[in-house]
C-alpha cells in the first residue's frame, strides 16, 4: 500500500542476493521488478472490458519470460491481496511453466505465516511455476527501521536467494 511498500522491500532483499549470486558464479544477470500497483488499473479495465493495455501485455510477457521469479503480495483478509489476483487471472494457466518461483509475502500479524503454502502455492503451481521451498513472510518486526531485516528474515533471505540462484543457473 505504501511506496515503497514492505513487499516491495522483502522482493529486493531476495532480488537482489539472488543477482549477486549468480553474478559470483559468473553469469550475466538482469532484473526488473513488475509492480502490481502499476498494472492495476489496465488489468481491472481488461477484465472488465476485455482490451489489453501496452504496458500491461509487456508486465505480463516480462512474467513468463523470467528465468526466475520472485512472486509476493501483502496479506489481506488472510490471503494475497485480490488486486494481486486479478493482474494473474490474465495469465494462461501453464504460462508460468517450469519457472523457478520464490514465494513471499507480508503480514501484519504472525498468525498469517502458511499464507504462502494455503494461499499462493497453489495459485502458483496452477500455471506451472516451480515454487521454491523456501518461503518468506515478513511481518514489520522483522524489519528493522522498514529496510533493514533482522537475523532470522535475513537467513531465510539468503537461503531463498540460494535456491533460486541454483535454479536458474540450472
Do not use: C, W
Amino acid at each position: 500500500m505504501g511506496a515503497p511498500s514492505s513487499t516491495t522491500t522483502v522482493v529486493g532483499l531476495v532480488l537482489d542476493a539472488t543477482a549477486a549470486l549468480l553474478r559470483e558464479a559468473g553469469h550475466d544477470v538482469e532484473t526488473q521488478v513488475v509492480e502490481v500497483r502499476d498494472v492495476a488499473l489496465a488489468a481491472t479495465a481488461e477484465t472488465i472490458g476485455g482490451l489489453r493495455e501496452p504496458h500491461l501485455d509487456a508486465a505480463l510477457r516480462t512474467l513468463e519470460q523470467a528465468d526466475g521469479l520472485i512472486v509476493a503480495s501483502p496479506v489481506f483478509r488472510g490471503s494475497y491481496a485480490g488486486v494481486f489476483k486479478t493482474v494473474l487471472d490474465l495469465l494462461e494457466p501453464g504460462s508460468l511453466r517450469g519457472i523457478p518461483t520464490v514465494l513471499a509475502a507480508t503480514s501484519g500479524t504472525v498468525r498469517h505465516t502458511l499464507v504462502t503454502e494455503h494461499a499462493l502455492r497453489p495459485l502458483l503451481s496452477y500455471f506451472g511455476a516451480l515454487t521454491l521451498p523456501t518461503t518468506i513472510v515478513a511481518v514489520p518486526e522483522d524489519l528493522v527501521l522498514g529496510s533493514r531485516p533482522v537475523p532470522e528474515l535475513a537467513a531465510r533471505v539468503a537461503r531463498s536467494a540460494r535456491e533460486l540462484a541454483d535454479a536458474v543457473a540450472r
